[in-house]
């Protein structure tokens, strides 16, 4: 039952991520004092849900006795997944 949805979510993924691509060339990103208003709020709402997501994994896998400092390496996935989204999609 996992593995079913497991596959549908890496499906959904996969089909969001070729549709974001695609349609990432002529992205309507308005530059506000230096501010790519809505950029950042996706790349921000992305990273949160990724972040999630490796949350729900580490929970799933019981591999929360080697991540020891967790508020700490959460906010850091948290960083690297926003900044990895505006790398992925936002870069001109």
Do not use: E
């Not at 080697?66 to 948290?78: F, Q």
């Amino acid at each position: 039952m996992i593995l079913k949805w497991f596959g549908v979510g890496i499906a959904l993924f996969v089909l969001g991520f070729a549709a974001v691509r695609i349609f990432s060339h002529h992205s309507p990103t308005v530059d506000i004092l230096g501010s790519y208003f809505p950029a950042w709020m996706v790349c921000i709402l992305s990273g949160l849900t990724l972040t999630l997501i490796a949350h729900w994994i580490i929970q799933l896998r019981n591999l929360k006795s080697y991540i020891a400092p967790a508020p700490l390496i959460y906010s850091c996935l948290m960083i690297i997944f926003t900044f990895a989204t505006w790398i992925l999609f936002y870069q001109n």
